[in-house]
């Protein structure tokens, strides 16, 4: 399975952006969506999740804001974020689990087998 971020790039206080995150070779219908965010010299922190039923959670910090969602013809998910703030500043990584849904309780890396190479978003205040 490969994934590829795209979507990136800078923008000003208060903007949106929507990542978009294609994958590619997956042939198990049963998975988990997951965008996780890591800031400089910071872990990194689960945003969101969608698995193959369309449930969704979202991280603490996030809610609100963000929004996940599916293409499932085009094998994308998607990651809206609104009211920008220099606080998001980070390289945000789409990652999956496949095979199996998502684990319950916070959005942990740990669980996630499969990552894309990020893409960054920079916040101007």
């Known amino acids: 399975v490969r994934l590829v971020e795209s979507g990136g790039g800078e923008v000003q206080a208060g903007g949106s952006l929507k990542l978009s995150c294609d994958t590619s070779?997956?042939?198990?219908?049963?998975?988990?969506m997951a965008w996780f965010r890591q800031a400089p010299r910071q872990g990194r922190e689960g945003v969101a999740i969608?698995?193959?039923?369309?449930?969704?959670r979202y991280g603490e910090s996030v809610k609100g804001r963000f929004t996940i969602s599916r293409d499932n013809a085009k094998d994308t998910t998607y990651l809206q974020i609104d009211s920008l703030s220099p606080e998001d500043t980070a390289t945000y990584y789409c990652?999956?689990?496949?095979?199996?849904?998502?684990?319950?309780?916070?959005?942990?890396?740990?669980?996630?087998?499969?990552w894309g190479q990020g893409t960054q978003v920079t916040v101007s205040a």
């Open positions: 969608i698995d193959s039923y369309g449930a969704i």
């Open positions: 990652a999956a689990r496949i095979g199996t849904g998502c684990a319950p309780g916070v959005i942990n890396s740990f669980h996630f087998y499969t």
């Open positions: 070779g997956r042939t198990d219908r049963h998975y988990c």
